[in-house]
């Protein structure tokens, strides 16, 4: 997708004067973000960013302290919207837990059934899932046999089975070896999802996937716009790293 296709799109994710935080600490405040719909985004920023708190928020596993999120259509404070969401929804959390006596194929199967599918749709799916991220050989292996890498594939396979409308992946790619990462983006590509929403560390992510970029710094918006600001010119690493620092200044 171009700048200017994802220019034209309608709003997937409109969050409005967002305040977020635990307890007294407020991490997001009157904070404001729109982001084109048919698209994967990009979510970046330091340790601490308010990355992961945005996404759990969007995923409705928070609740906002003020503002509003409308998601695909779906207004999420209203409790329609928020079931409505949850079943088009796959959540990838950032080490993620799960019941280790698990099989790969019962997690996943597992995460489709919490989604709603029937049975004969679960059987398929989850085939398919585990298939793309490489684990059919393990499929029934436990998840707690399983090294850092194949699990987080396991859970990749988990929150990807069935191409959930609302895809929420935060630091997938963490745990994997470079050859996953690469199979990872081949899998995100082929998805039939309509929104992905990724968050990471790694320039490389953000270059070789993403539509759209969205820089999160000390909880504000640093940038918001087409990822192709780190497709032009100079590609070395270090140039686009230079870029990447320099969108996150501006949020300070
Ligand atoms: N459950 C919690 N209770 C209290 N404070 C929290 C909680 N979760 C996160 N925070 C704080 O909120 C701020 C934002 O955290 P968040 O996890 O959203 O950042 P992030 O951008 O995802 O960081 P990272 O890149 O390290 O994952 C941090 O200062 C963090 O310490």
Redesign the pocket.
């Known amino acids: 997708m171009t700048i200017e296709e994802s220019g034209k799109l309608p709003t997937g994710i409109k969050v409005s004067g967002l305040t977020q935080?635990?307890?007294n600490?407020e991490?997001l405040k009157d904070f404001s973000l729109d982001v084109p719909d048919r698209s994967i985004v990009a979510l970046a920023?330091?340790?601490?960013?308010?990355?992961?708190?945005?996404?759990?928020t969007i995923a409705t596993l928070l609740k906002p302290k003020a503002g509003s999120i409308v998601v695909l259509g779906h207004d999420i404070a209203a409790k329609q919207g928020r079931n409505e969401l949850r079943r088009n929804l796959g959540y990838l959390p950032?080490d993620f837990t799960a019941d280790n006596k698990l099989t790969v194929k019962e997690y996943v199967e597992y995460s489709l059934w919490m989604r709603g599918f029937s049975k004969i749709k679960i059987e398929a799916a989850s085939e398919v899932a585990i298939d793309r991220v490489g684990l059919s050989q393990t499929k029934h292996v436990k998840l707690r046999e399983l090294s850092g890498g194949m699990r987080q594939r396991a859970g990749i396979a988990a929150a990807t089975a069935g191409d959930p409308d609302l895809l929420i992946l935060?630091?997938p790619t963490s745990g994997l070896d470079p050859e996953q990462r690469s199979q990872f983006r081949e899998v995100l590509r082929s998805l039939d999802s309509r929104l992905v929403l990724i968050?990471t560390?790694l320039i490389e992510d953000v270059a070789s996937l993403a539509d759209y970029l969205v820089v999160?710094s000390d909880?504000n918006l640093a940038y918001a716009g087409s990822a192709d600001i780190l497709r032009e010119g100079d590609r070395s690493i270090e140039a686009l790293e230079r870029i990447y620092v320099n969108l996150m200044r501006a949020g300070q």
């Open positions: 935080g635990y307890g600490r991490v920023g330091p340790n601490g960013a308010g990355k992961t708190t945005l996404m759990r950032q935060d630091e968050s560390h999160i909880g």
